[in-house]
């Protein structure tokens, strides 16, 4: 019995760890090469080049899902050199916005989305 207690703890302090995983996708990438990460039920692919960001969303079966109606905000970087920049939808599954400075790479852009059902939801890649 006293071999159980030091396994049990061990086990119970992965679990915390363990479920905070949610949908995030972590490093699976989508079909543009951006990061994959699941809000408010589809899966969202970032991409950013230079100053633009944009967001090509998609079922989870990986299909375009269409984007009329939806409409997302994005913030860029944190501190003081924040940036938020307004994301509109564009053709088909893509939604777009422009930064007021280039974004380099690896800088944290968290993502809020609101989808036409009204389902608002948010991601950081």
Do not use: C, W
Request: net charge positive; no cysteine; proline share 6%.
């Amino acid at each position: 019995m006293k071999k159980l207690y030091p396994t049990l703890a061990v086990l119970l302090m992965l679990a915390p760890a363990a479920f905070a995983q949610g949908h995030a996708h972590g490093d699976k990438k989508g079909p543009h090469g951006g990061m994959l990460q699941d809000v408010i039920g589809v899966e969202a692919e970032l991409v950013t080049a230079e100053r633009t960001l944009t967001l090509h969303v998609y079922d989870e079966a990986g299909k375009p899902v269409p984007v009329a109606g939806y409409s997302g905000s994005a913030l860029v970087g944190t501190g003081a050199a924040r940036q938020v920049v307004q994301l509109s939808p564009g053709s088909d599954n893509t939604m777009s916005g422009t930064a007021p400075a280039a974004i380099a790479r690896g800088t944290s852009v968290t993502v809020q989305l609101k989808g036409s059902n009204g389902k608002t939801g948010q991601a950081k890649f």
